[in-house]
């Protein structure tokens, strides 16, 4: 918070100038201040020359200061720091999956996602970073200004400090846009969440060789894209209040109701009160006993001297990484990583109701969570794993759109410091009457506003959701 | 959620003309459509005379169906259902209590505290009700329209339904206000929540012998009482919107800051960005590690025939007491409570800013929070436990605070289903420059608007201080 003197004024409690300053930025799509959009790409392209990455699977007892605890069996750095592979045990009252076991990583300290934002000429630009990630397809992708751990910032591997960071720590001259907590992959993370924050700095900033000034329309042309736009970054842009946005100035009667659907003076199929309330049915309606357990007590997952994995090869294996590099805080080291199993699926269904956007969430539960349910997209699974159970609800409206309906199609990796090409096809498909206005249990339409706002505060959407807003909000 | 037609009509998503109509209620302080407010205390002596309630101490083993476990000396009831009283450990990095152990109650479900409301003669009123609980001083206090945990309301102990629960279970007609889940005393509960509930319905509603339709006036002079509305009714209370007030037509100055406080127009101290930061700072920070441990791993807690205590007394015992009751659902019972040593004190410090009002609020951290922090008043503590160790801050400014600045003063009891009397001394205590603009790292001064705003949403505002919102909306 900013220092205050004996007298104090006061502040606005909101922030009226915001919305209209985002929306410059937003409309900004073509050109920024240090780069047009058409040259992106060659200035990835030299960050990637600029150094050598290299990243090989290596046998677990080839990982630097990783080794497997004799009672627990459990994966665990020798610092006790970073993260563990543990075990977990669920047990609902599903029908259809009453109790199961997971291996899970367990990471519990809060990192930092933040981007750092100034205008110029007016325009507010996002300092955004080459970061190269173990996992990430193309090892090489756009984030946050900062994308830091505790691990990482109080130094334990002994590497230099993060960049930028001060800014994010309460810095003078610094202001805070946006700053909440939200969840990480809470089917293969415990309870690990990030401060997700907006920072905006006045005066002069330094830009390291790593990183560039892009407004926020540039960044949303790069999410339209595949594998570009890492995971935090997607997290974050989507904790962003609304730009002010005209509804009569838009291109074709969909883009209008998109307008309309972030637009808090409109009409929606349910009041903000029967959403909290819908929702705060979901989460008290959940029996859960969670419990981490040792990973020498997950039955069906085996462990090799290369991986642990399921004798049937469902869901995701763990496997071990070496990283030679040049551009990371130390030039080289060894983790774990899951590997999940074929590509994902995440995608909205969307619908105009009465000229307003509704989109179609589900009450979605976790074992990772750390409270039961967030909201997450319509359909979140890998259709690989479903070939012999009965597929989630409406994966068939997803998989057999018509082209004309799908509104946003591409391929996003999930964390990649954690999770190797764990790759997901993100999509909004937009429907009309076959899926009814009142859905099946466990799901809710809602407008993209009322996302935003609840966006605006931790443990109500999951960060597969959180990408699909980004991408929402990607498509105008 | 209301049922929808395949062409629906889109509502507003928030509901404008609420605010002038909780004014009204406010408003009403006098009588109401039932009785006048000075009739209340004969209804309730009438509804006390009408049963016999018998209320006494038994030693553990004449506690019917509750036994203790041998193997962790838990105490649990036969059924498996209602709570369980287990230790709990936690370590902290605080430096003054690193790690501790305690007793706690574990209830693993979501209850409901259901205030119904419906408009007579144009104004709001409310349904409450006269409820026995063993361990209210008095053992009758106002409570709300229904006051239910999963095991009461499936039936557990085989008693009669819970009264005029369809309407909170999306009866036809209704319409949610408010549907939040909110934290219950985290000091002694472990992650015990209750979903925090206003419905209105227009239909006719027929009224049973210990209920009464009173306006939220009437109810917030008797919050001004010592020991008649109890912890539940406080805390839906405390949940309701702000009503719409008029600045101007304040009878003072210190009344005008206090509508100024609720005025979202107004300014503040922070922005709701800086609330928001500061909250989502305070909650990383901590780094905490929470386990429930078998009771007999308990130290310095010793169990006799009669009771559960600390050698030296401090904060409280676990004690059984044998209930017998003619108007609750079932006739007799008995059950163990907790005692707490002493009447506890909480209190907000209040300052004017700028002619706004702002609370100063401390980040508060109880091992049975699901969530690590929430916000709590700026004391809360029981004086006797800090005998011979450091107060905690601000209490002598609360406790020597002059006649004049104390601008509310009542005794309230914590809830008496699970709690023996356990009173404590509610105050607002006004300051001028002898607490500074800047306090304290874990404290902020915010709007009395800001907590409301907080309070849509759970895991912000603990119990006691939500008590406290609803003394300081009792106030004027």
Redesign the interface.
């Known amino acids: 918070?900013?220092?205050?003197?004996?007298q104090?004024?006061?502040?606005?409690?909101?922030?009226r100038s915001l919305p209209a300053r985002l929306a410059l930025s937003v409309a900004a799509t073509d050109s920024g201040v240090q780069m047009r959009t058409d040259e992106f790409d060659g200035w990835l392209k030299e960050r990637a020359d600029a150094y050598s990455f290299e990243v090989s699977q290596v046998p677990f007892q080839q990982l630097k200061g990783w080794f497997f605890n004799t009672d627990t069996g459990n994966l665990v750095h020798q610092s006790g720091k970073f993260f563990s592979v543990e075990g977990l045990r669920v047990r609902s009252k599903d029908d259809q999956f009453p109790v199961w076991h997971q291996p899970i990583m367990n990471q519990?300290?809060?990192g930092i996602l933040g981007i750092l934002v100034k205008e110029f000429d007016g325009v507010l630009h996002c300092l955004m970073q080459a970061k190269m990630e173990p996992g990430n397809p193309g090892l090489l992708q756009l984030s946050p200004t900062v994308q830091a751990t505790k691990s990482n910032y109080s130094q334990v591997h002994k590497g230099s400090p993060v960049r930028y960071l001060d800014y994010f720590a309460g810095k003078p001259g610094t202001r805070?846009?946006?700053?909440?907590?939200q969840s990480e992959c809470g089917a293969w993370f415990y309870r690990k969440r990030n401060?997700n924050?907006f920072v905006e700095y006045e005066g002069d900033i330094e830009v390291d060789d790593d990183f560039c000034w892009l407004t926020i329309g540039q960044v949303n042309e790069l999410v339209k894209r595949d594998n570009v736009v890492n995971m935090p970054a997607r997290s974050v842009l989507s904790c962003l209040p609304q730009p002010q946005q005209d509804h009569t100035a838009q291109p074709d009667e969909f883009h209008a109701s998109l307008a309309a659907s972030r637009d808090?003076d409109?009409?929606?199929?349910?009041?903000?009160?029967?959403v909290?309330?819908?929702f705060?049915?979901e989460?008290?309606t959940y029996?859960l006993d969670i419990s981490r357990v040792p990973l020498y007590d997950v039955p069906n997952w085996h462990r090799t001297d290369k991986e642990i994995a399921r004798e049937d090869g469902r869901f995701f294996r763990v496997i071990g990484v070496d990283v030679q590099a040049g551009s990371r805080e130390v030039t080289g080291w060894s983790q774990p990583l899951f590997q999940p199993h074929g590509v994902g699926i995440a995608a909205f269904v969307v619908r105009r109701?009465?000229g307003?956007l509704h989109v179609l969430v589900q009450a979605r539960m976790e074992g990772g969570f750390?409270?039961v349910i967030e909201l997450g997209p319509t359909v979140q699974c890998v259709p690989w794993n479903y070939q012999h159970v009965k597929a989630p609800l409406f994966l068939d409206t997803v998989l057999q759109a018509d082209k004309s309906t799908i509104r946003y199609e591409a391929v996003h990796a999930e964390e990649g410091g954690r999770f190797y090409e764990a790759e997901t096809r993100y999509l909004v498909v937009e429907v009309d009457?076959e899926v009814?206005?009142?859905p099946p249990p466990g799901y809710?339409w809602l407008?993209v506003?009322?996302m935003t706002d609840l966006l605006?505060?931790g443990?109500y959407v999951n960060s597969q959701a959180r990408t699909l807003i980004a991408c929402v909000n990607a498509i105008g």
């Not at 918070?1 to 004996?6: I, V």
């Not at 104090?8 to 922030?15: A, F, H």
């Not at 409109?266 to 029967?274: C, I, M, V």
């Open positions: 918070m900013t220092t205050l003197e004996e104090p004024t006061l502040s606005r409690r909101e922030d519990p300290e809060v805070v846009i946006v700053d909440v907590l401060r924050m808090p409109k009409g929606a199929l349910h009041t903000n009160s029967e909290l309330s819908w705060t049915v989460r008290s029996d109701f009465a307003v750390i409270d009457g009814a206005a009142e809710a407008t506003g009322q605006r505060h443990q």
